[in-house]
């Protein structure tokens, strides 16, 4: 098999020779493989129809000069004598590659009833607690190996919890159990379901994650797709069907099963945990736990602690999320090709005179900002594409780095309080809703009294408020000179009407729990994993670091 990267063909090209729905989903047409068959060909000087089995492994779009917008794909197929055409095209963007080989759930299923039959069953059956995508997949992977996790979830199952979530936008009482960041899917199940990480990983497991996806009811388009996203709407079908496979592997998942702590022998190892079903306080023996709570289980970080979890604090960013016309966005990013191209994102950073980072996260294109509180009282927002990112509006959050020296205490606690104390004032600012402010009055630390062009799009009320009241101004100060040093690089961006609206505290985990080579922490038997533990920042790392400790799990666990 051949691989080519770094194929550019001209924006315009394709769009003038493919439908333009598909151009705008990010869906790649027969026309379009027809373009890029035929560029192939002219590149290696040999027939198109000596390609075979063409695949699109990767598309991309190059609009560094927005009047000259190219699409960017690296591609496979086969053809004969592929060493020797490799060698004649004599450029460094073709190779040959071996096959990849993937055990098929059909041969998986048989392995794992083999082993049942066999009475082959763990001596102590894993569990697993959280079932985000870091719980989900180490699940997943111990299943596969027969191993029968029993998996808890603090919240409830994917269709109670977006009956919750959408009654608590619209007015009714918050859950503090099921919510935006607890339940089934994790918090990302209310997110734009982004697919793409910093990650670098040789093993191809980020591949076998996105085939995953896919197999279970993702668009296909994420294979290829150099920033893949699902959106909330898609992403919560892949969770479902990531819980039957488990339970189909002989699995057992108990959701409104809050974990409170680990129970730990003379020697310092795990025996079992203390959970709570019911109202009922419960005694679970096991001698393997992955602990894959989220970034948002501060009452779990707490009682850790007392348990003597080794844990330190880490940095973490806060800020705002800001709102601005998906037009402008697009217009800023493609020039005059902006009505035929899907919907634009970007990424930004800079350095403030105080040495504070200050960059965008989580950029939401077509999407909405959302009410993502997780406690009685408090206040914090995330943002929300469906697949179809078809809203007027895009949404950032802008935030800024702060760290332990800011947190008023050397507990390794206290950048939790720190989230809790900036979410309380966020709360009382807006008298429980979304507090809202354009940016203008942010500068000038007014209260807005109305909009400009630009209207918000939320789930869930907002109200007028200060959000520079909220926030300390060694946050404040380099926000806004990060804002108006976009400004150079999208015009528009920190236009006086711009919305933001607060506040944005749950960028990663404000604490990471110690764990060594093998994954396990201080207290044996104990794996930390994903954002909650400080060792992922998306969906893709979090799921990739919960197959790393279930194989780990896997590797180590004695059958009878």
Same mark, same amino acid.
């Given at each position: 098999?051949?691989?080519?990267t770094?194929?550019?063909i001209p924006a315009?090209?394709?769009?003038?020779?493919?439908p333009?729905?598909?151009i705008?989903?990010?869906?790649?047409?027969?026309?379009?493989?027809?373009?890029?068959?035929?560029?192939?060909?002219?590149?290696?000087?040999?027939?198109d129809?000596?390609?075979?089995?063409l695949?699109?492994? !990767?598309? +991309?779009?190059?609009?560094?000069?927005r009047?000259?917008?190219?699409?960017?794909?690296?591609?496979t197929?086969?053809?004969?004598?592929?060493?020797?055409?490799?060698?004649?095209?004599?450029?460094?963007n073709?190779?040959?590659?071996?096959?990849?080989?993937l055990? #098929?759930?059909?041969?998986?299923m048989?392995d794992v009833a083999l082993?049942?039959?066999?009475g082959r069953?763990? @001596?102590?059956?894993?569990?697993?607690?959280?079932?985000?995508?870091?719980?989900?997949?180490?699940?997943l992977?111990?299943?596969?190996?027969?191993?029968?996790p029993?998996v808890?979830?603090?919240?409830? #199952?994917i269709? +109670?919890?977006?009956?919750?979530?959408n009654?608590?936008?619209?007015?009714?009482?918050?859950?503090?159990?099921t919510?935006?960041?607890?339940?089934?899917?994790?918090?990302?199940?209310?997110?734009?379901? !982004?697919?793409y990480?910093?990650? !670098?990983?040789?093993?191809?497991k980020i591949? #076998?994650?996105?085939?995953?996806f896919?197999?279970?009811?993702?668009?296909?388009?994420?294979?290829?797709d150099?920033?893949?996203?699902?959106?909330? #709407?898609?992403l919560?079908d892949?969770?479902? =069907?990531?819980r039957?496979?488990? /339970? =189909?592997?002989?699995?057992?998942?108990?959701?409104?099963?809050?974990?409170e702590t680990?129970?730990?022998?003379e020697?310092?190892e795990?025996? *079992?945990?203390?959970?709570?079903?019911?109202?009922?306080?419960?005694?679970?023996?096991?001698?393997?736990?992955?602990?894959?709570t989220g970034?948002?289980?501060?009452?779990?970080?707490?009682n850790?602690?007392?348990?003597g979890?080794?844990?330190e604090?880490?940095?973490?960013?806060?800020?705002?999320?800001v709102?601005?016309?998906?037009?402008?966005?697009?217009?800023?990013?493609?020039?005059?090709?902006?009505?035929?191209?899907?919907?634009?994102?970007?990424k930004?950073?800079?350095?403030?005179?105080?040495?504070?980072?200050?960059?965008?996260?989580?950029?939401?294109?077509?999407?909405?900002?959302?009410n993502?509180?997780s406690? @009685?009282?408090?206040?914090?927002?995330?943002?929300?594409?469906?697949?179809?990112r078809?809203?007027?509006?895009?949404?950032?959050?802008?935030?800024?780095t702060?760290?332990?020296?800011?947190?008023g205490s050397?507990d390794?606690l206290?950048?939790?309080?720190?989230?809790?104390t900036?979410?309380?004032?966020a709360?009382?600012?807006?008298?429980g809703?979304i507090?809202?402010?354009l940016? *203008?009055?942010f500068?000038?630390?007014?209260?807005?009294?109305?909009?400009?062009?630009?209207?918000?799009?939320?789930k869930?009320d907002?109200?007028?408020?200060?959000?520079?009241?909220?926030l300390?101004e060694?946050?404040?100060?380099?926000?806004?000179?990060?804002?108006?040093?976009?400004e150079?690089?999208?015009?528009g961006?920190?236009?006086?009407?711009?919305?933001?609206?607060g506040?944005?505290?749950?960028?990663?985990?404000?604490?990471?729990?110690?764990?060594?080579?093998?994954y396990?922490?201080?207290?044996i038997?104990?794996?930390?994993?994903g954002?909650?533990?400080?060792?992922?920042?998306?969906?893709?790392s979090?799921?990739?670091?919960?197959?790393r400790?279930?194989?780990?799990?896997?590797?180590?666990t004695e /059958?009878?």
């Amino acid at each position: 098999m051949i691989r080519m990267t770094q194929i550019k063909i001209p924006a315009s090209l394709i769009i003038e020779s493919c439908p333009a729905d598909t151009i705008k989903q990010g869906i790649i047409s027969k026309q379009e493989e027809a373009c890029v068959r035929v560029e192939v060909a002219s590149m290696l000087n040999i027939p198109d129809d000596e390609l075979h089995e063409l695949t699109v492994e !990767k598309k +991309s779009v190059d609009a560094r000069k927005r009047d000259e917008i190219y699409f960017v794909y690296n591609i496979t197929f086969h053809t004969i004598r592929e060493h020797k055409l490799v060698s004649q095209y004599g450029k460094g963007n073709a190779f040959v590659i071996p096959e990849r080989s993937l055990k #098929d759930e059909n041969s998986i299923m048989k392995d794992v009833a083999l082993q049942i039959a066999l009475g082959r069953r763990p @001596k102590s059956r894993p569990v697993v607690v959280g079932t985000g995508p870091a719980g989900l997949f180490a699940a997943l992977e111990i299943a596969e190996a027969g191993l029968c996790p029993i998996v808890i979830e603090r919240g409830g #199952d994917i269709n +109670s919890r977006d009956k919750k979530v959408n009654d608590f936008w619209n007015g009714a009482e918050l859950d503090p159990e099921t919510n935006v960041q607890f339940g089934e899917g994790g918090a990302g199940t209310f997110s734009d379901g !982004k697919l793409y990480t910093g990650v !670098k990983d040789k093993t191809g497991k980020i591949r #076998d994650i996105l085939e995953t996806f896919a197999n279970y009811g993702a668009p296909s388009q994420i294979l290829y797709d150099a920033k893949p996203h699902v959106g909330t #709407d898609r992403l919560r079908d892949v969770v479902v =069907a990531l819980r039957e496979r488990i /339970l =189909a592997l002989g699995g057992e998942i108990f959701f409104n099963t809050r974990f409170e702590t680990p129970i730990i022998n003379e020697n310092n190892e795990l025996v *079992g945990a203390v959970i709570k079903q019911d109202g009922n306080i419960i005694h679970l023996e096991c001698n393997k736990l992955v602990l894959a709570t989220g970034h948002s289980a501060r009452d779990t970080f707490k009682n850790l602690k007392a348990a003597g979890l080794y844990m330190e604090a880490k940095p973490f960013a806060v800020g705002v999320r800001v709102q601005h016309s998906q037009g402008m966005i697009n217009r800023n990013q493609y020039g005059k090709s902006f009505k035929s191209m899907p919907p634009a994102d970007y990424k930004l950073t800079h350095t403030s005179k105080s040495g504070r980072g200050v960059y965008t996260f989580c950029m939401c294109p077509g999407g909405y900002v959302v009410n993502a509180s997780s406690r @009685k009282g408090k206040l914090c927002v995330n943002g929300m594409s469906y697949y179809d990112r078809g809203s007027a509006n895009s949404n950032s959050a802008v935030v800024v780095t702060v760290g332990p020296s800011d947190f008023g205490s050397d507990d390794v606690l206290a950048g939790a309080r720190f989230q809790k104390t900036l979410e309380k004032y966020a709360y009382e600012s807006a008298n429980g809703k979304i507090p809202l402010q354009l940016f *203008g009055d942010f500068v000038n630390d007014e209260i807005s009294t109305g909009f400009g062009l630009l209207r918000p799009l939320t789930k869930g009320d907002y109200e007028f408020a200060n959000i520079r009241k909220i926030l300390p101004e060694f946050v404040s100060i380099p926000l806004i000179e990060g804002m108006q040093a976009f400004e150079h690089k999208i015009k528009g961006f920190a236009d006086e009407e711009v919305i933001m609206l607060g506040v944005e505290t749950r960028t990663s985990s404000p604490v990471r729990m110690i764990r060594g080579e093998d994954y396990q922490s201080n207290i044996i038997g104990l794996y930390p994993c994903g954002e909650g533990a400080g060792y992922a920042g998306g969906i893709i790392s979090a799921a990739l670091d919960g197959i790393r400790v279930g194989d780990m799990i896997v590797a180590t666990t004695e /059958l009878e």
